[in-house]
């Protein structure tokens, strides 16, 4: 069992041994949480939930059916659902898929996701493009890594600039999606 406390939102987890940090809540995750602010009305999708700190945060904060939590280890996505139980957040949406390939919900306002960084780019850049077509116009894009350029640069190439805030030694993005398609030209 781990805690987490974000702006006076007490969480608990259950997590296990194949799962991502299932020791303590992620410092990057955690990082990336403290720069998010989340509207009543938004639509979240948080993306690779691993045991479901993102969505179950963003969850008890506007309800859970404005949250879709999306992963593809099965293994993850049980912790998930006994954590939204755990938390008192049962309406939450858990959809098992790799990427975007299976989950068909669209007009996000807010994608957020913590990119695993030590493969190929091959996954965040799926993440990046597909999720760039599941936001709605004003929606942002939320993720956080130890790399900053290549970030920086795919997210600008995608919506035409991004901001990049370093704390804790992790590079937390965000990124508006300001048009229907990908930024013709960089926006300075």
């Not at 007490?10 to 998010?36: Q, Y």
């Not at 006994?82 to 049962?90: A, C, D, F, H, T």
């Not at 942002?140 to 995608?158: D, F, G, Q």
Request: hydrophobic share 40%; net charge neutral; with cysteine.
């Amino acid at each position: 069992m781990i805690c987490a406390r974000l702006n006076h939102v007490e969480l608990e987890f259950e997590t296990g041994p194949r799962l991502f940090s299932p020791l303590h809540p992620d410092r990057g995750t955690m990082a990336l949480l403290s720069t998010i602010t989340f509207d009543a009305e938004d639509k979240v999708l948080d993306l690779g939930c691993g045991y479901g700190l993102v969505g179950i945060y963003a969850a008890k904060l506007i309800g859970g059916s404005r949250v879709w939590m999306s992963d593809n280890d099965p293994l993850a996505l049980e912790f998930a659902r006994r954590n939204l139980v755990r938390n008192g957040v049962l309406e939450a949406n858990v959809v098992l898929s790799d990427g975007f390939h299976d989950l068909k919900e669209a007009d996000f306002t807010n994608i957020i996701f913590n990119p695993p960084y030590h493969a190929d780019f091959s996954l965040p850049k799926h993440f990046i493009e597909k999720g760039f077509n599941r936001l709605v116009i004003g929606g942002e894009m939320h993720l956080v890594t130890k790399i900053k350029t290549w970030y920086a640069n795919k997210l600008t190439s995608i919506f035409g600039g991004c901001k990049v805030c370093e704390i804790d030694s992790y590079f937390v993005f965000q990124a508006t999606k300001k048009a229907h398609t990908f930024a013709k030209s960089v926006a300075r």
